[in-house]
């Protein structure tokens, strides 16, 4: 029982359908091997999202293509993700996948971000501005090594 009174039973119905994704990626990725060409599916799934999250999500993905090309554009758990070596360095998460008020960029254990003894791995992403779009590159590029 949670402090609200209703039940848990483990994983929301979203988490659910994340893994699902990720089994279906997993399977897809053996079946046609691991040079395969996978950014179509990331700029479709990209099309796919509402239109404040597809417009960051674009935005994301060219800046990612530019800073650091040698990412590989790859989905993960459904969400757009860049890879180097087949292991996620960072990734974009829409706010409509888990229904938060914001989109997400993340950055997983491989991104090179290590500063002293404690630093962000992801950042809330509301709008693109400028300002915005040459932080995102900087960490881009930082997080590619």
């Keep these: 029982m949670t402090a609200n009174g209703k039940s848990y039973d483990g994983f929301t119905d979203d988490e659910r359908d994340a893994m699902k994704e990720h089994a279906k990626e997993l399977k897809a990725a053996k079946r046609r091997g691991a040079k395969a060409d996978t950014e179509p599916e990331v700029l479709a799934k990209i099309a796919e999202m509402e239109d404040a999250d597809r417009v960051l999500a674009e935005r994301v993905h060219a800046l990612v293509k530019e800073h650091a090309p040698a990412l ?3 989905l993960w758990y459904g969400m757009p993700a860049y890879a180097r070596d087949g292991k996620v360095v ?3 998460q829409s706010a409509q996948k888990f229904k938060s008020r914001y989109a ?3 950055f997983s ?3 090179a ?3 002293d003894t404690l630093w962000p791995t992801s950042y809330a992403l509301t709008a693109l501005n400028p300002a915005t779009e040459k932080r995102i590159a900087a960490l881009i590029e930082q997080a590619a090594g």
Aim: hydrophobic share 40%; net charge negative.
């Design 113 to 115: 971000l290590d500063e």
């Design 90 to 92: 960072c990734f974009f």
């Design 109 to 111: 254990d491989q991104a």
């Design 72 to 74: 590989t554009a790859k």
């Design 104 to 106: 997400t960029l993340g």
